[in-house]
């Protein structure tokens, strides 16, 4: 028997992250519209044994021994440290860096915290590492040195292809993630129809993805991340197959969403504009190696209540900014 130490070593398989996982704490009954900051880790319970167990990412409070690896992952299995009392933040780089196997030096050290109920964005150019460094938020890659904590049950990943079963309608596509986790098919059709109804879907339900034009997609897309009440929505760049228009129309939707649920968010984009009208919080990323180079506090956050006006020009400015120093202009 190793010593007691405060890290809970757990393995995750590729499925396991970007479903939730299988035993990642699904609630029964009607999901509560969470109110921003008043959210609470859902508690679990403490691994014991199995592939199903194992997979648990346990919460600060109940980390409080060495959980089994798993002897069955099918991905590569990633090490991930839930330290507990981490604080506040859903995850935490400290001093990770990247070298891929071919020796390609992605990321030096990044050190960032993913606060719990806030929007990240993260923008930078095409190479600096954007994904990589969301990968190892998920728990689907490890970093090559340092460490990423995650204190977080229900993760979902959105990309920018919204990835539905063109031979299911909009409603089991909703249900899919809950399906794959065995969720209850009373207690998905609940969170599914409840998570098509807030994305304003629901008259649509029973159409096919063809019917459907892109930003219905991904909004079906969002609904089904949101069927799993997540805590952390990793979103890599999920808007940028979308028209301008929809693409504006879909940022605001992100916040009304956050604003009814509350959940952290790790957003991902090229677009500066994007990444200030949304994030509490800008990342700015440079390449060569990748690296973050700049974290902004927005000059103007969403808020919670979403009442009162953003200070429009401030965010210009900050957009300029970036975008100087990106030498974009
Ligand atoms: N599996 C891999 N093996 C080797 N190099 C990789 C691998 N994945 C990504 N890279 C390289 O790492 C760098 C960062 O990639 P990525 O995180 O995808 O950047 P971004 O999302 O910012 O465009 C790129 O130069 C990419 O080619
Ligand atoms: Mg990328």
Same mark, same amino acid.
């Given at each position: 028997?190793?010593?007691?130490?405060?890290?809970?070593?757990?393995?995750?398989?590729?499925?396991?992250?970007?479903?939730?996982?299988?035993?990642?704490?699904?609630?029964?009954?009607?999901?509560?519209?969470?109110?921003?900051?008043?959210?609470?880790?859902?508690?679990?319970?403490?691994?014991?044994? *199995? =592939? $199903?167990?194992?997979?648990?990412? #346990?919460?600060?409070?109940? @980390? &409080?021994?060495?959980?089994? %690896? /798993?002897? +069955? !992952?099918?991905?590569?299995?990633?090490?991930?440290?839930?330290?507990?009392?981490?604080?506040?933040?859903?995850?935490?780089?400290?001093?990770?860096?990247?070298?891929?196997?071919?020796?390609?030096?992605?990321?030096?050290?990044?050190?960032?915290?993913?606060?719990?109920?806030?929007?990240?964005?993260?923008? *930078? =150019? $095409?190479?600096?590492?954007?994904? #990589?460094?969301?990968?190892? @938020? &998920?728990?689907?890659?490890? %970093? /090559?040195? +340092? !460490?990423?904590?995650?204190?977080?049950?229900?993760?979902?990943?959105?990309?920018?292809?919204?990835?539905?079963?063109?031979?299911?309608?909009?409603?089991?596509?909703?249900?899919?993630?809950?399906?794959?986790?065995?969720?209850?098919?009373?207690?998905?059709?609940?969170?599914?129809?409840?998570?098509?109804?807030?994305?304003?879907?629901?008259?649509?339900?029973?159409?096919?993805?063809?019917?459907?034009?892109?930003?219905?997609?991904?909004?079906?897309?969002?609904?089904?991340?949101?069927?799993?009440?997540?805590?952390?929505?990793?979103?890599?760049?999920?808007?940028?197959?979308?028209?301008?228009?929809?693409?504006?129309?879909?940022?605001?939707?992100?916040?009304?969403?956050?604003?009814?649920?509350?959940?952290?968010?790790?957003?991902?984009?090229?677009?500066?504009?994007?990444?200030?009208?949304?994030?509490?919080?800008?990342?700015?990323?440079?390449?060569?190696?990748?690296?973050?180079?700049?974290?902004?506090?927005?000059?103007?956050?969403?808020?919670?209540?979403?009442?009162?006006?953003?200070?429009?020009?401030?965010?210009?400015?900050?957009?300029?900014?970036?975008?100087?120093?990106?030498?974009?202009?």
């Amino acid at each position: 028997m190793p010593p007691m130490e405060p890290i809970s070593r757990v393995h995750v398989s590729e499925t396991d992250v970007v479903y939730g996982g299988p035993s990642a704490g699904f609630r029964t009954g009607r999901l509560p519209p969470a109110r921003h900051h008043e959210r609470q880790v859902c508690p679990v319970s403490a691994p014991s044994s *199995g =592939p $199903s167990a194992a997979s648990t990412l #346990t919460t600060p409070s109940t @980390a &409080a021994s060495p959980a089994a %690896p /798993s002897p +069955g !992952t099918a991905a590569t299995p990633v090490t991930l440290s839930v330290q507990p009392g981490a604080g506040a933040a859903l995850v935490t780089f400290a001093g990770v860096t990247k070298t891929y196997s071919n020796g390609f030096h992605a990321l030096a050290p990044v050190d960032l915290d993913i606060p719990r109920g806030e929007v990240v964005s993260i923008v *930078g =150019p $095409s190479g600096c590492g954007k994904t #990589t460094l969301l990968r190892m @938020a &998920a728990g689907l890659s490890s %970093p /090559s040195t +340092g !460490t990423v904590r995650r204190s977080v049950d229900r993760t979902a990943y959105v990309f920018q292809d919204p990835t539905l079963l063109a031979w299911r309608n909009v409603q089991a596509n909703t249900e899919l993630v809950a399906r794959i986790r065995g969720v209850a098919r009373a207690e998905r059709r609940r969170a599914a129809t409840e998570a098509l109804e807030l994305v304003g879907l629901s008259h649509v339900a029973h159409a096919l993805p063809r019917e459907l034009s892109g930003g219905m997609k991904m909004r079906v897309s969002l609904a089904r991340a949101l069927a799993s009440d997540p805590e952390l929505m990793l979103m890599d760049e999920p808007f940028a197959a979308l028209d301008e228009f929809t693409r504006e129309r879909m940022s605001d939707e992100l916040l009304r969403l956050w604003r009814e649920r509350g959940f952290g968010v790790m957003f991902i984009t090229h677009s500066i504009r994007e990444a200030v009208k949304i994030g509490h919080r800008i990342v700015v990323m440079a390449k060569g190696p990748g690296r973050v180079a700049d974290v902004i506090d927005s000059p103007s956050p969403p808020t919670a209540d979403g009442g009162a006006p953003r200070d429009e020009a401030a965010l210009d400015a900050l957009a300029r900014d970036i975008a100087a120093s990106l030498a974009i202009v």
